[in-house]
């Protein structure tokens, strides 16, 4: 009876992680392009030239232009144009 408790607890575990769109762990750090809100409203977009998660907290700094903004994680979105291509190629 425990065996099978177990099995049942692992499969509903997996099918919770596969049916969702979530990764377990997350290998992409390399971003190539950006776009950031400011609180103006107006959209900051180009090249990441760098950037870094602050892991206290969700702020990211973010490099584009030689112009460095520090500001939420909801404000930007991160884009590695080599990750959609691949998973374009898959479809």
Not at 32 to 37: G, L, N, R, S, T
């Amino acid at each position: 009876m425990k065996k099978f408790i177990i099995l049942l607890l692992t499969v509903v575990t997996m099918l919770c992680v596969v049916s969702c769109n979530y990764q377990v762990v997350d290998l992409t750090y390399n971003f190539d392009y950006a776009y950031i809100k400011l609180p103006t409203g107006e959209v900051i977009e180009g090249e990441v030239q760098a950037w870094r998660d602050y892991e206290d907290g969700d702020q990211l700094q973010i490099t584009i232009n030689d112009v460095t903004y520090l500001t939420h994680a909801s404000n930007v979105c991160l884009i590695s144009h080599y990750y959609y291509e691949y998973t374009a190629e898959t479809w």
